[in-house]
């Protein structure tokens, strides 16, 4: 479904990403995780548009959309979900929800997707007159997770899903993910808690320092000598 092969990013002079090269099959939770700082967020960035790299490719679907506007990433079938959310706080969940499908097309068909984010998340549809910043961080959690689906990608961006949460928080968030995949949803996760990740996910990528230094398997990369002592405390 997604390919990133030979990316280069720079901030000014100043490289931060180097030969990136992974995969996403469809239909897979593909876990990116490393420690703050590695370039996990810039990869989300060059990805949907928010950064231009240097050099290399984005292919999604088979076709390239390297460089593409971010809305136009949207349109192609890609939603994000950046750190922390960023809900609108003084809106009401519906309103919030509806500005996930800002697009023309997904406007056009956003009683269909509103009623399919209320079949997995149902709670949503019973509080969807309250005001977002009344919610817990679960809630906000799923909020933000219905807001992302209201674009109707094929592919969903999660960037740093357990930032900030309690630990009973962070099971959830990740119960939620799975949750997601289950109803059809192909996931690329970025993510410092490496542990949580590997246990949900098909396979994983590490990012350290800019550049890929393994992958495969999460099971594999679970009994990583190199992971269980640099992530796991192990």
Known sequence: MLEVKNL??????????????????????????????????????????????????????????????????????????????????DMSLLENLEM?????????????????????????K?????????????????????????????LGLFDELSYGMAPKLVKESFQMLQKLRDNGLTILLNEQNVKQSLEIADRAYVLENGRIVSGGSCEELLHSDHVRKAYLGL
């Open 8 to 89: 280069n990013v720079f901030y000014g002079n100043i490289q931060i990403l180097w030969d990136i090269c992974l995969k996403v099959e469809e239909g897979e939770i593909v876990a990116l995780v490393g420690a703050n700082g590695a370039g996990k967020t810039t990869l989300l960035n060059a990805i949907t548009g928010l950064v231009k790299p240097a050099s290399g490719s984005v292919t999604f679907m088979g076709r390239d959309i390297t460089g593409f506007p971010p809305n136009a990433v949207v349109e192609m079938g890609i939603s994000y979900f950046p750190e922390g959310g960023r809900l609108f706080p």
């Open 100 to 124: 996930g499908a800002y697009l023309k097309t997904s406007w056009k068909q956003r009683k269909e997707r509103l009623e399919r984010v209320y079949r997995i998340f149902p709670l949503l």
């Open 126 to 154: 019973e509080r969807r007159r309250q005001l977002a910043k009344t919610l817990s961080g679960g809630e906000r959690q799923m909020l933000a997770m219905g807001r992302a689906l209201m674009s109707g990608p094929r």
